[in-house]
C-alpha cells in the first residue's frame, strides 16, 4: 500500500506577523516547514510540497530533493487538487493532507491515520471541545452555543487516494478543509483522537507555545573545550583555520590549530565521544602535521551520523599576540565553509590574560569552546 502526504504550504499567514510567510521562518532553531517536512518523512513513501509560486527560493531549494513540488492556487482546495494532481503518477492508494502550520504533529497521530485507513476510506482527528461556547458582536456576549457533539478539527486528514480526487473533482470550491470536500461527496469520515499539542500556528504568540512543545521533545547538548599550544620556531601561526603572519609558531602534533581544536573537542564533548586524542592518536604518526580541518571535520560528520545539528559555536582565543581582531571575520568564513554552518551561528572572539599566566608572558596561546548540539 503505497503513502503520500501533501503539505499544504502555499499561504501567506498574514496573521502570524513576522513579514514572513509563517512557514519559512524560524521556530526553535529552523524554519516551521522543515519541521513539518521532517515529520513524515519517514513514515510515508511521498511527500508533496505545495508551494506559492513567489516562493522563488523555496522552489529553488527542494528542486534537487526527493520532494514533490506543486504549485498552489488561489484558494486552499484548489492548492490540495495540485498536490493530488502531483501525485497522478506514483500509485498512491492512500494519501494524508496536512497544514505545513503544524510543525508539531506527532508520529503517533501519523501512523494511527495511516492505520485507520485500512479500515475507513476517510478519517481525521479531532479535538472534542470542552470550553463554553459564546457567540458575540466583537465587544460583548450576545448568546451561547451548545459544545455538544463539536470537535476542533486537526490535520493530517487521511484517505484513500481515489476517494478524495473524486470528491475534489466534483466540489465547487471554498471549503474550510478536506473533511468538508469529502462529506459534501457523500464520504464518511471517521473522528480520531486528536492531540493538544498539535497546534496550528495561526498568530505570533503561537510560536512560542510551538517551541516550546518541540523544545520538549528535542535532545540538547553542550559541549565545553579547552586546548594550549605553546610557540616555537615558525614565522606563522594557524587559528581557527586562518594563516597569521607571527615572529614565531605554535608547536604541535598536528598544525597546533588551537582554536580548532577547541572546538573540536566541545563537538565530542557534547557528543560524550571523548577528545581529538581518542579519535586521531597522537602517537598514530599520519597526523603528525596533519591539518586540523580534518579533525573539525570528523566531528561534524559524527554528529549529524548520531543524529545532531550544531546550533551554534562560541569560540574566544586567549593571547597577547597575534591580534586576534582583524582576522575574526576570515576566521569566522572559513569555520562556516568547514562546519556547514551559518556565520551568523559562529563566534570567534579573542581576549588577552592581562599579562598574567603563560599567555600574558607571550609563551603560547590557549581556546576555549562552547558549542551546543541539537537532536529534533
Keep these: 500500500m503505497k503513502t503520500a502526504a501533501i503539505?499544504?504550504?502555499?499561504?501567506?499567514?498574514?496573521?502570524?506577523?513576522?513579514?514572513?510567510?509563517?512557514?519559512?521562518?524560524?521556530?526553535?532553531?529552523?524554519?516551521?516547514?522543515?519541521?513539518t517536512i521532517e515529520r513524515f518523512t519517514d513514515l510515508v513513501d511521498?511527500?508533496?510540497l505545495v508551494l506559492s509560486p513567489d516562493d522563488e527560493s523555496a522552489w529553488h531549494e527542494f528542486r534537487d530533493s526527493d520532494i514533490i513540488l506543486a504549485a498552489g492556487g488561489d484558494d486552499r482546495a484548489n492548492s490540495v487538487r495540485s498536490g493530488l494532481h502531483a501525485l497522478s503518477d506514483k500509485g498512491v492508494q492512500r494519501v494524508l493532507i496536512h497544514d505545513v502550520a503544524r510543525p508539531c504533529v506527532s508520529p503517533d497521530t501519523i501512523t494511527n491515520i495511516l492505520s485507520s485507513l485500512k479500515t475507513y476510506i476517510a478519517v481525521a482527528p479531532g479535538l472534542a471541545v470542552t470550553d463554553a461556547l459564546w457567540t458575540g458582536d466583537g465587544s460583548v456576549v450576545t448568546g451561547v452555543q451548545d459544545r455538544t457533539g463539536l470537535y476542533a478539527a486537526q490535520t493530517p486528514q487521511g484517505f484513500h487516494y481515489d476517494?478524495?480526487?473524486?470528491?475534489?473533482?466534483?466540489?465547487?470550491?471554498?471549503?474550510?478543509?478536506?473533511?468538508?470536500?469529502a462529506r459534501a461527496a457523500g464520504l464518511e469520515v471517521a473522528i480520531l483522537p486528536g492531540d493538544l499539542d498539535n497546534i496550528k500556528i495561526t498568530y505570533p504568540e503561537d510560536f512560542a507555545r510551538a517551541e516550546q512543545i518541540l523544545g520538549a521533545a528535542m535532545d540538547v547538548r553542550l559541549?565545553?573545550?579547552?586546548?594550549?599550544?605553546?610557540?616555537?620556531?615558525?614565522?606563522h601561526v594557524v587559528l581557527c583555520g586562518v594563516k597569521l603572519p607571527?615572529?614565531?609558531?605554535l608547536q604541535g602534533h598536528s598544525d597546533a590549530d588551537v582554536g580548532m581544536h577547541a572546538v573540536t573537542d566541545a563537538i565530542y564533548g557534547a557528543l560524550a565521544q571523548g577528545d581529538i586524542g581518542r579519535h586521531f592518536p597522537p602517537s598514530d604518526t599520519q597526523w603528525k602535521g596533519a591539518a586540523s580541518e580534518i579533525f573539525?571535520?570528523?566531528?561534524?560528520?559524527?554528529?549529524?551520523?548520531?543524529?545532531?545539528?550544531?546550533?551554534?559555536?562560541?569560540?574566544?582565543?586567549v593571547c597577547e599576540y597575534p591580534k586576534i581582531g582583524p582576522h575574526a571575520p576570515e576566521m569566522q568564513k572559513e569555520m562556516s565553509r568547514i562546519m556547514d554552518l551559518e556565520l551568523d551561528k559562529i563566534s570567534i572572539k579573542a581576549t588577552t590574560s592581562e599579562r598574567l599566566g603563560?599567555?600574558?608572558?607571550g609563551e603560547g596561546i590557549a581556546a576555549l569552546a562552547t558549542v551546543c548540539v541539537v537532536k529534533p
Design 246 to 249: 607571527h615572529d614565531r609558531g
Design 358 to 361: 603563560f599567555t600574558g608572558r
Design 223 to 235: 559541549g565545553n573545550g579547552f586546548d594550549v599550544h605553546r610557540f616555537g620556531d615558525g614565522d
Design 7 to 35: 503539505i499544504v504550504a502555499a499561504g501567506r499567514g498574514q496573521r502570524a506577523g513576522g513579514g514572513t510567510p509563517k512557514q519559512w521562518r524560524v521556530l526553535a532553531g529552523r524554519r516551521v516547514a522543515d519541521w
Design 163 to 181: 476517494a478524495i480526487v473524486s470528491a475534489h473533482a466534483s466540489h465547487s470550491g471554498g471549503a474550510a478543509d478536506d473533511v468538508e470536500v
Design 46 to 48: 511521498h511527500i508533496v
Design 296 to 317: 573539525l571535520r570528523h566531528a561534524v560528520e559524527l554528529a549529524g551520523q548520531m543524529g545532531f545539528r550544531l546550533s551554534n559555536v562560541d569560540c574566544t582565543l
